[in-house]
């Protein structure tokens, strides 16, 4: 079940689901809208032989960007402002904007379900399927997440439990 405003509050409110920082006016009629941090994973060029147990961050420059030029087709990392704590009965969906997305900026390639039980900011896998570069800046409201109640409980105690 897909929670909506109210029930959002509700959750934060008794202080289940936390959102650091909260700001109410990020709270829309079924998600939370989630904002760009100034951080961001550049790929440095060369060949990546992809593996389990492979770490992105060998392969990546970490900085801290004002704003950042995506040209066409290139691929980012990044990661929220907020740090999200969900309780072992709620897990989450990260989606990208409709408004943003109309212009060719995706927030995630493939990694978009957030676990139960997580305490962390979620990393975004930012492409620009645009034929435009694209500016983008942190403190932007890149992306939402839609919270589902779960069926039982589970807690995530994986590689990325603490990003």
Known sequence: MILTRKE????????RVKITPFSR???????????????????KPGEIKVKEGIDFKKYCVEKNMKKITLLPGEFVLARTKEKINLPEDISGFLSGRSRFARLGLGVHVTAFFINPGVNNRQVFEIKNNSNN?????????IAQIIFVRNEGR??????YKKQ
């Open 8 to 15: 959002i509050l509700t959750e934060i409110k008794e202080k």
């Open 25 to 43: 006016g990020n709270l829309s009629v079924a998600s939370y809208d989630l904002t760009l941090d100034s951080k961001f994973w550049l790929f």
């Open 133 to 141: 570069p694209l500016v983008i800046y942190p403190g932007l409201k």
């Open 154 to 159: 589970a807690k995530y105690n994986g590689r």
